[in-house]
């Protein structure tokens, strides 16, 4: 009898050391991914401010700058994205959204090339509640974000 209850103990403690190890685990790549930089979002204030390192993947976000859209050569789009406080250049190559459009909100998944963000991936936010957190709180920073459903606005 008392053999299993040693067998349950020790179960017990394989169990924790597994839990333990995975949750290491999934830190470690978390870890990885932020120092990566993968998907972390700048909006264009902070950009211009604080370049981010050459090669690192980021997102950027906020509005298609009116009149900024060029449509290229070949499929080639350069536009700015701003944030009110601040414009970035983009690149991109490649079939933007059907909501995509001056003026409109965006998202852009890219690296910093020579003070232009070059952009693998376009999202369009056409409609402010769509729109992530983090873009809206950029453009209340910057005064130029309206609250739909703010009175007042």
């Known amino acids: 009898m008392a053999g299993m209850k040693g067998l349950k103990k020790k179960r017990r403690i394989q169990v924790i ?3 333990f190890v995975a949750l ?12 990566d930089g993968i998907n972390y979002f700048r909006p264009p204030s902070d ?13 950027i ?8 859209l060029v449509r290229g050569q070949g499929e080639t789009i350069t536009f700015s994205v701003t944030d009110g406080g601040a414009s970035v250049p983009v690149s991109y190559t490649g079939v933007l959204p059907d909501l ?5 909100g965006m998202i852009g998944t890219g690296q910093l090339v020579d003070g232009v963000f070059v952009a693998k991936e376009i999202l369009a936010r056409h ?9 809206v709180d950029a453009l209340k920073d910057q005064g ?3 609250d739909p459903n703010e009175p007042g606005s």
């Open 47 to 59: 950009v211009v401010a604080e370049p981010p390192a050459a090669r690192e993947t980021f997102r």
């Open 61 to 68: 976000g906020g509005l298609v700058e009116e009149g900024s």
């Open 127 to 135: 409609d402010e509640s769509y729109m992530p957190k983090e873009v």
């Open 24 to 35: 290491a685990g999934s830190t470690a790549l978390i870890g990885y991914a932020m120092r």
């Open 100 to 104: 995509f459009g001056e003026g409109q």
């Open 17 to 19: 050391v597994v839990a």
């Open 144 to 146: 130029v974000y309206k």
